[in-house]
């Protein structure tokens, strides 16, 4: 990447996205994002069959980095004036977007502190592993915001109300072991044993049908949708799988009783 604030490696199928900031807790800075704009494209247009986001250091992501040095000032105070779209509209919100719509099945691999948009980034993984000296923050109230990147619709969907509003409210620092205890996130690892155990799941993951990014669809549009809008898309996703070649593939080692071979396609 153009600043080295993201690190993007490939193992087989597998694509790893790393924010390597750790000097700032690998905070939002935005150089950060700028790199982390272009490693999504690259995920979108490559060959990947999962993605991993991880953390560099001792921690996931800390949220936006207030100090930025590289932003301009008049930036920052045009914003305050509304004269230009704030940071959200610009970055944040199109980023998560994105996010939302990749095709391949995500994993993040919380190796520290996630908090503000740093823990929104981790609940965006479809599977979250997180490291037993990891722990999650919702940090707006400390300084006076709201809760962003979509933690205030995730929260309630993953949690309840009620965890939610204290979570958002108290600003206190959630630990692993509790978030797997409220279902925040699916696993709890040693944090030696974190990205073994991401990347095993990962590459189980890639080597999977090409329905698993269709799965993923499925259940993101089924917090939105009604009863029978669900309905619907399930026939209209169910086509697009069968109509795929680790569809026969899958039919036929079925019938062969062998393991399937997919080739995600």
Known sequence: MKHGRIRLETTGDVAI?????????????????????????RV????????????AGRAFCSGANLNDPD?????RAAEARGEVKTDLEA??????MRLRALSIPVVTAINGIAAGAGMSLALSGDIRIAARSASFLQAFARIGLVPDCGSSWL??????????????LLAERLPAETA????????????????????ELAKGLASG??????????????????????????AKLQIQAASTRDYEEGVAAFRE????RFSGR
């Open 180 to 199: 797997l205890a409220w279902g925040l996130i699916n696993r709890l690892e040693d944090d030696d044993a974190l990205m073994p155990a991401a990347m």
């Open 257 to 260: 009783k062998r393991p399937a």
């Open 209 to 234: 049908p090409r329905s698993l990014g269709l799965i993923r669809q499925m259940y993101w549009e089924a917090l939105d949708n009604r009863y029978s809008e669900q309905l619907d898309l399930e």
């Open 71 to 75: 932003r301009p000032e008049r930036d």
């Open 91 to 96: 970055w944040y919100n199109p980023m998560f």
């Open 17 to 41: 996205m790393t924010l390597n900031d750790p000097g700032v807790l690998n905070a939002f800075g935005q150089k950060l994002r700028e790199d982390m704009a272009e490693a999504l494209g």
């Open 155 to 168: 929260l309630p969907r993953m949690i309840g109300i009620a965890r939610a509003m204290e979570l958002s």
């Open 44 to 55: 979108e247009a490559g060959s990947a069959r999962c993605l991993v986001i991880t953390g």
